[in-house]
């Protein structure tokens, strides 16, 4: 059914508003998979310190999906047909992989979890992550969760901005934010630090290899499209809302440069 259903998707016909939008992000875009921080991911120690900042943009995403998937789909009792079923579809797909995805060994993770065992992999420090998690587990808003953390200034500002758009609580934007701001940008990205790793690291980067291929085959192939569907979708054809998923593509877009720039700067700064 997802191969059926990956095939519609690929002879849907591209809108003008897609191509419009496409464009207005270009040059973002291209300063972020051009961004110079790729080139200082060459020694373990800087890809662990990449990765215990990068784990909270990758919290940071399934928080946009699963706003998404409140506002689209059905997650309360009594349940009841909510909004357009194509679009339920599509972010139902979505969930299913970042959510719960199959592994090699026949087991089920999220991608965040999938993230975390990389981490330990590599030895990069999982504790801030976790006593994130275990403040929002016990009750605390992300607000105060990100006070009371050992989380940095640049990934606070990050996980703000994200917060802020979910909270406007229009779905069109978080769509656009999550497709074009993130998962849209995941295979190019991801294709970067993917090179030379195991032969840089041979033995410590396993997992991370397997959770940034599955990211490029998932989100190269199907979910980029399907976000991209998604997002034409909620616009429905209404040049308001046209304009601001744009505008929000580009918030969400900026917003990761200046996550790269403070990754970037902390690296560069003497021992």
């Known amino acids: 059914m997802l191969e059926l259903l990956s095939n519609v998707l690929k ?3 591209v809108s003008d508003f897609q191509k419009s939008l496409s464009a207005a992000i270009a040059d973002d875009r291209r300063a972020l998979l051009e961004h110079r921080l790729y080139g200082q991911l060459r020694t373990l120690e800087n890809l662990n310190a990449f990765m215990e900042q990068h784990v909270f943009a990758v919290w940071d995403f399934m928080s946009l999906l699963k706003a998404l998937q409140m506002h689209l ?9 909510v909004g357009n079923a194509q679009v339920r579809r599509l972010v ?4 299913l992989a970042e959510e719960s995805d199959a592994l090699p060994t026949g087991a089920a993770a999220s991608h965040f979890e999938l993230y975390l065992h990389a981490m330990q992999e590599t030895g990069a420090k999982t504790d801030p992550i976790k ?16 006070e009371q953390g050992r989380v940095s200034a640049t990934v606070a500002v990050f996980i703000r901005q994200t917060f802020e758009l979910i909270e406007r609580g229009r779905p069109h934007e978080i ?3 999550f497709t074009y701001g993130r ?3 995941i295979p190019d990205m991801f294709t970067q630090l993917v090179q030379g790793l195991e032969r840089q690291f041979p033995d410590k980067v396993a997992t991370l290899r397997y959770y940034l291929d599955r990211h490029i085959a998932l989100d190269g192939d199907e979910h980029g499209e399907m976000g991209r569907q998604m997002v034409a979708l909620l616009c429905d ?12 593509a580009l918030d969400a877009l900026r917003s990761r440069i200046r996550l790269w720039d403070g990754i970037a700067q902390a690296m560069e700064l003497p021992a």
Not at 73 to 81: A, D, I, K, M, N
Not at 131 to 146: P, R, Y
Not at 237 to 248: F, N
């Open 175 to 177: 769509a656009a934010s």
């Open 11 to 13: 002879t849907t016909k």
């Open 92 to 95: 139902n797909e979505i969930v």
């Open 237 to 248: 054809g209404d040049a308001r809302r046209e304009q601001e998923a744009t505008q929000a």
């Open 183 to 185: 998962e849209d940008l």
């Open 131 to 146: 006593q994130f998690i275990q403040s929002l587990e016990s009750g605390k808003t992300v607000a105060e969760a990100l």
């Open 73 to 81: 789909t059905c997650v309360s009792l009594p349940w009841r047909p």
